[in-house]
């Protein structure tokens, strides 16, 4: 997640705010997102490219042959395992990442922090660091069924469900391969480590995405 460049907005202030004490949960549960859904995406020789990687739960979990963190947050580098490049740059100015030099692309929870125009560069500078043939995975909270609780982070600031995620990205050269509008539930805060179980579980059954997702997943090709 990358929040605004003001310095009362500081991203790690709201991470350390946010999710202070769910280190070790996330980290667990995105070790189960990634084995059990994420990876078959990803080869074990890609070079990975995690945006707005706050404290590399994704980026620490995959299996790839390079993996590279950007994000604005100085935590991050913290947070980092031994072999993960750490990039601290804004999404939409990744010029330390070469260009068709990434595999794929991941980002979750980030669109919604930046204004439009930064979206779109963000979105510009995904498909230039990827290579022809090269994926962008998005994890996004999708306002059409997530609206009641959108709001409920200080630092979102624009509004975005999964048809205009498609439209932005059609826009900028991707062919879609993949629109879940609704996947995993809205928020993980507040969960306790007993309900990890419970991911797998879901993750198993897209009969219940249809009624407890408010984020969707975008799968899309360069």
Known sequence: MASQ???????EKIYRNRF??????RRKLWQILCADFFQKFISPE???LDVAAGHCEFINAIKAAKRIAVDINP???KFAESGVVVELTASCDMKNVASS???VVFMSNLLEHLTKEK???????????????????ILQPNIRFAYRDYWMFFDHITPID?????????????????????FLPYTAQGRSQRSLWCVRLYLRMPILWK????????????
């Open 119 to 137: 979206i779109v560069k963000t979105v510009e500078e995904c498909h230039r660091v990827l290579k022809t043939g090269g994926m962008i995975l």
């Open 20 to 25: 202070e004490g769910a280190h070790e949960y």
């Open 211 to 222: 009624f407890f997702g408010g984020q969707c997943f975008i799968r899309a090709q360069k």
């Open 162 to 182: 999964d048809r205009a995620l498609v439209e932005v990205l059609q826009l900028h050269g991707f062919l879609i391969q993949e629109a879940i509008p609704r």
């Open 75 to 77: 935590d991050t580098a």
């Open 46 to 48: 890609a070079t990975v």
């Open 101 to 103: 030099s990434v595999d």
């Open 5 to 11: 460049d003001a310095s009362s907005l500081a991203p």
